[in-house]
């Protein structure tokens, strides 16, 4: 996998395409996930980066974070409606995150192209998993 980013790789991803399996415990260790918020980089075709700061679920035992693909593409369909609304259905891939204090930059005063990769860590693995088990419960963290 070619690197885009010029930070170090970190963090494992999942972008969770199942939408009645919230992954309140970890796919992986099967202990409790936590809800984080991430700047999750994304890149949406042809050329449009994006930094959305999205509550995720995250093992810290695995340093797995988990994004909802639904939720994901709301928070994109909302954004791009105003500027670009073209661009709503086009491929897209999570690529990183960025450090809070870089997303807080970048929301000052939009980042460049060049300036983006400058601060974007990569993931180091991106994963994929199916539910073991599919939970009947109100997911009350919400
Ligand atoms: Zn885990």
């Known amino acids: ?45 042809p050329l449009q980066p994006v930094v959305l700061n999205k509550s995720c679920r995250y ?33 897209y891939l999570v690529i990183g995150t960025l450090d809070k204090a870089d997303w807080r930059r970048s929301m000052k005063k939009p980042f460049n192209f060049e300036e983006m990769r400058d601060c974007l860590h990569d993931f180091k693995k991106v994963m994929s998993f199916e539910p073991t088990r599919y939970i009947w419960v109100k997911d009350d963290s919400k």
């Open 1 to 45: 996998m070619t690197r885009f980013g010029k930070q170090p790789a970190r963090h494992k991803f999942f972008l969770n395409p199942h939408q009645d399996a919230r992954f309140t415990s970890c796919p992986k260790c099967d202990g409790k996930t936590k809800l984080r918020k991430f700047p999750l980089f994304i890149h949406v075709n």
């Open 59 to 91: 093992c810290p035992y695995c340093d797995l974070i988990i994004a909802h693909q639904d939720e994901i593409e709301q928070q994109l369909a909302v954004l791009f409606m105003q500027q670009q609304p073209e661009v709503i259905g086009n491929d």
